[in-house]
T-cell receptor, first 114, second 109 residues
Framework: DTAVSQTPKYLVTQMGNDKSIKCEQN?????MYWYKQDSKKFLKIMFS???????INETVPNRFSPKSPDKAHLNLHINSLELGDSAVYFC?????????????FGPGTRLTVT | GQNIDQPTEMTATEGAIVQINCTYQ??????LFWYQQHAGEAPTFLSY??LDGLEEKGRFSSFLSRSKGYSYLLLKELQMKDSASYLC??????????WGAGTKLIIKP
């Protein structure tokens, strides 16, 4: 049973397109996250979502928007894709917000913008 | 600004011991995490420290000194499967994880 799943695993698209990445967790967790891991391997938090409260990293362009239809899902929609958006995007979840809770990661979505 | 520093790459021999260091400067501190990430895979949780001292978990141990802004991950009895990147992450005052770039550990027979 997959705890945190993402689709698609690979996504190749052209500049200017709009795309979505889906994430689902079956752990019953209350908090979900989106991370971007660039070519230098830095993981950067993009969003965290807990009980309908969205915390946005201020450096994330507004072309990126998270959408949560329910507690188990947090999808990432990207408008007007740019070359610099190419990266691996990880979804993660944790039981709650706070230092006691480890995060469980999905397998990642490798996005390539041409 | 917030900063996590760890060596880019380390090499060790199968069966040996290796220590991966991490220094941090963050706005607030709510604990330090170590994650393992094999190439092309997702990070997986290894350890968590919030108080000073050593936490031992099997072959892996993690140490924290809050006054020095310093942690290390100690891996004993290295196995080939331990070849991976090891990511240090600090939870800041907003309960957000700030990540280092990771240390790529190469294990040689």
């Amino acid at each position: 049973d997959t705890a945190v799943s993402q689709t698609p695993k690979y996504l190749v698209t052209q500049m200017g397109n709009d795309k979505s990445i889906k994430c689902e967790q079956n752990l019953g967790h209350d908090t979900m996250y989106w991370y971007k891991q660039d070519s230098k391997k830095f993981l950067k938090i993009m969003f965290s979502y807990n009980n309908k409260e969205l915390i946005i990293n201020e450096t994330v362009p507004n072309r990126f928007s998270p959408k949560s239809p329910d507690k188990a899902h947090l999808n990432l929609h990207i408008n007007s894709l740019e070359l610099g958006d190419s990266a691996v995007y990880f979804c993660a979840s944790s039981q709650d917000v706070g230092q006691l809770y480890e995060q469980y990661f999905g397998p990642g979505t490798r996005l390539t913008v041409t | 600004g917030q900063n996590i520093d760890q060596p880019t790459e380390m090499t060790a021999t199968e069966g040996a011991i290796v220590q991966i260091n991490c220094t941090y400067q963050t706005s607030g501190f709510n604990g330090l995490f170590w994650y393992q990430q094999h190439a092309g895979e997702a990070p997986t949780f290894l350890s968590y420290n919030v108080l000073d001292g050593l936490e031992e978990k099997g072959r892996f141990s993690s140490f924290l000194s809050r006054s020095k802004g310093y942690s290390y991950l100690l891996l004993k009895e290295l196995q080939m499967k331990d070849s991976a990147s090891y990511l240090c992450a600090v939870m800041d005052s907003n309960y957000q994880l700030i990540w280092g770039a990771g240390t790529k550990l190469i294990i040689k027979p």
